[in-house]
């Protein structure tokens, strides 16, 4: 606002909040952009032979000469990967609730999940893929393996870290069970439940490219072990590329999801803003 005008609303200069947020949202990109930098200049400064470490313009290449069966086996991927979290996330949340309800069943289910977790997901593969057949099924299961068990304690751990004085309110209301569950336990568990599917989502990438290494004919793992045995490295390093995408386009959807339906949830600072 002008010193000798006094009407009207002063106009504020832009503030600092808007600059910090553009440099906090670009300096990832300019990280990545850095090492892809670098790493291009030390390959061709080295001249390190393609089939031991391809430059990133190289893997470009040959990746994007093959992009239609890249795109095939992306997709296969992807498909796995969404298949196994999904039923995994079903499935470990009422799981949760039935082993936070009663110490019993928690003592009987609790050694169990620790067994199968405990399970080499690769020695397992094997034995999957003769008992549901060379499809898909194997693949979804070592997934949903993958990414369960660290659902289930995060949500339990949610479950069971309301404050006492919650569930004391909740009794002497006469709350029923499922009331106190609903009202009390499960908004209080919401953080801890994105956490354990931010955990999640990352795994069910390994769990998906682990069940394709043992017995898949498509997918970016089957592509990675195609390619590296043809000494096709560019294309195996563009393969991993891709899954590094996936993995964080997929946990950043989990962090949206997060912020647009429970944005009282989110404890960090840096995702209120």
């Known amino acids: 606002m002008r010193p000798d005008d006094d009407r009207g609303e002063p106009e504020l200069p832009p503030g600092p909040t808007a600059a910090k ?5 670009a300096t990832p990109w300019l990280a990545v952009v850095g090492l892809f ?5 030390a390959v061709r400064a080295f001249r390190i032979p393609d089939y031991l470490l391809p430059a990133p313009l190289e893997i ?9 069966s890249v ?5 296969a991927t992807l498909e796995t990967i969404l298949y196994g979290f999904v039923l995994a996330a079903v499935i470990s949340l009422p799981l949760a609730v039935l082993v936070t309800a009663s110490p019993a069943i928690a003592s009987a289910v609790y050694p169990l999940l620790v067994i199968v977790h405990s399970i080499p997901k690769v020695a397992l593969a094997p034995v999957l893929v003769v008992a549901l057949g ?14 369960f068990f660290p659902l289930v304690i995060s949500i339990a751990a949610g479950l069971l870290a309301v404050p006492s004085e919650y569930v004391e309110l909740c009794r002497a209301c006469r709350a029923s069970r499922a009331r106190e569950l609903w009202r009390v336990r499960l908004p209080y568990a919401v ?10 989502i ?3 990438v390994v769990g998906a490219v682990v069940g394709e290494f043992v017995a898949s004919e498509k997918g970016l793992g089957y592509l990675i072990q195609s390619s590296t045995a043809f000494f096709k490295t560019p ?9 590094a995408i996936i993995g964080i386009a997929l946990f950043q959807a989990v962090v949206a999801i997060e912020r647009a339906f429970f944005p009282w949830a989110v404890s960090d600072d840096r995702f209120r803003e």
């Open 60 to 68: 470009w290449s040959q990746t994007w000469a093959l992009k239609a």
């Open 37 to 41: 930098v670098l790493w291009e200049v």
């Open 191 to 200: 953080p801890f439940i994105f956490s354990g599917l931010k955990v999640a």
């Open 202 to 204: 990352t795994l069910a």
């Open 235 to 243: 294309l195996a390093f563009g393969a991993i590329v891709i899954l």
């Open 71 to 75: 795109a095939a086996h992306t997709l």
């Open 134 to 147: 060379a499809n898909e099924l194997p693949r979804i299961a070592i997934t949903f393996l993958v990414c």
């Open 21 to 25: 947020r553009a440099l906090r949202a």
